[in-house]
């Protein structure tokens, strides 16, 4: 029997009455993508949340910002994935890539009203962003009319981002987290492997359980069909409340990605 079979994942509502499972499965770039992997996540565990971005290479490469650029790049999208529409559909940075003759906030109203458009049209059934900080949050708020319905950035326990988390949570904005393993360093951190031998689980499974438990929409990343399996086996069990603070003393600040909190 597949684990697909008797694994239901439990859903997170975002403001506009819609669910989002509360574990998916990432993708990138630098062979963070593998069909196979997905087709397995797809039909064997039971996953139906897949986050991919144009810029990982999974598509062709990524448009500039703004109000033309971000329209064309999702109906492109939708074009290539033979999709109708997205679940969900993020501007992934609070500045533009390339130069423009404008602030970042302009740019930033800009791309959004594009998304705010696609999703009035039935195009996306949702809109998000990716690596928001607090500003960027009021000032597209002020900017434009509808709030983001998510926030995606990067969360594990050395980094937790609480302010931010929330702020999200009084505005209505789902906080979802990306390397949640932080590429693997906190795999070998000892007070996670003292936990996961407590629980007879892997780190992994561990501080994937520990994001869940915290509330966020959590997207570990794998080709390996083993570790896809093992991820998603981490509803069976609960961490107690003194081994979740224990994980969240680990707070560091350090990023194993990228750091927004400098963008204007």
């Avoid at 994980?247 to 600040?253: A, V």
Wanted: negative net charge.
């Amino acid at each position: 029997m597949t684990l697909a079979a008797h694994l239901r994942f439990p859903k997170v509502p975002l403001s506009n009455g819609l669910q989002i499972p509360i574990l998916g499965l990432g993708t990138s770039h630098d062979g963070g993508f593998s069909h196979d992997a997905i087709v397995y996540a797809l039909t064997e565990c039971g996953v139906c949340h897949i986050d991919t971005a144009k810029r990982y290479g999974c598509e062709e490469k990524l448009g500039d910002y703004g109000y033309k650029a971000a329209k064309k790049a999702c109906l492109d999208s939708c074009s290539q994935m033979r999709l109708h529409h997205f679940d969900l559909y993020l501007m992934h940075w609070p500045e533009s890539l390339q130069s423009c003759n404008c602030s970042n906030r302009e740019m930033r109203a800009e791309t959004w009203r594009a998304l705010e458009e696609l999703y009035q049209e039935g195009v996306c059934r949702a809109i998000g962003v990716s690596n928001f900080q607090v500003q960027h949050l009021e000032e597209l708020k002020e900017d434009c009319s509808v709030v983001p319905h998510v926030n995606q950035v990067e969360y594990h326990p050395f980094q937790q981002s609480n302010q931010l988390m929330g702020y999200c949570r009084r505005e209505g904005i789902v906080f979802e987290g990306y390397s949640p393993l932080a590429k693997g360093q906190v795999l070998r951190n000892p007070t996670v492997l003292q936990i996961a031998e407590k629980y007879g689980h892997t780190p992994a499974q561990i501080c994937i359980r520990w994001s869940i438990q915290n509330g966020v929409v959590t997207i570990p990343k794998s080709t390996k069909k083993k570790r896809i399996r093992e991820n998603c086996q981490v509803f069976g069990f609960q961490l107690e409340e003194s081994d979740m603070a224990t994980l969240g003393s680990l707070h560091d600040g350090r990023h194993v990605t990228w750091d927004s909190t400098h963008v204007e």
